[in-house]
């Protein structure tokens, strides 16, 4: 298949100590309604089925040598949700959860291929340039530095243990996102309002 192929010809048949993925775009930054269908699907084709088709092209190899890494860049808009978002929050929700059944496919094959995903928050870059969040929000959970992600990227890629991670960054708004869960969906979405998950994303100028 073409997998194969992609794979015989980047690597000559061998197979990959660490394999990362970290493609994505944001798309195109208005309400579901306003979205084209061709928008929504691009941003699922590379943020979700893109990693799923890398992964698939080189991961038969890796199963074969019982060794390698593979890390997934998702973020943490997919185990949360925002206004003009809605492809963007569900191909990372999708990844995340593909990743996580890759994961437990893995244990069951008793494989000592390992898996890391990084769930960041907002990272410094022009591809969110314009969002804005409440001053509040922006005092307890700052835009992460790219060197910040890419040094976490590279520890994760550079683990030599046959161990899986999942780390949301900063590590504490994995716990904010736990508490949110318990509460009643119309606090939840006040919450996500008031953080900015509203009117967030009107002034965007990033990247589509």
Not at 114 to 138: E, K, Q, Y
Request: with cysteine; hydrophobic share 45%.
């Amino acid at each position: 298949g073409l997998g194969e192929k992609v794979h015989a010809e980047m690597t000559g048949g061998e197979a990959v100590d660490v394999l990362v993925n970290n493609a994505a775009i944001v798309g195109s930054g208005v309400e579901l309604v306003e979205q084209k269908e061709s928008d929504i699907a691009r941003t699922f084709s590379v943020n979700v089925v893109g990693a799923l088709y890398v992964i698939k092209a080189f991961l038969p190899k890796m199963i074969d040598e019982d060794r390698g890494r593979i890390v997934n860049v998702a973020s943490a808009a997919g185990r949360s949700y925002s206004c003009c978002l809605a492809p963007y929050c569900g191909s990372k929700a999708g990844l995340i959860q593909a990743h996580h059944s890759l994961r437990l496919e893995l244990r069951r094959r008793k494989s000592r291929v390992a898996t890391s995903i990084l769930l960041p928050w907002h990272v410094a870059t022009d591809m969110f340039d314009g969002v804005t969040f409440n001053c509040i929000v922006r005092l307890v959970f700052p835009s992460l530095r790219p060197e910040f992600v890419a040094d976490r990227i590279v520890a994760r890629a550079s683990e030599t243990r046959p161990v899986h991670h999942v780390d949301t960054l900063p590590w504490h708004l994995h716990w904010l996102i736990v508490v949110l869960s318990f509460l009643p969906t119309s606090l939840t979405d006040w919450i996500t309002e008031f953080a900015g998950g509203r009117d967030g994303m009107s002034s965007w100028a990033g990247r589509s």
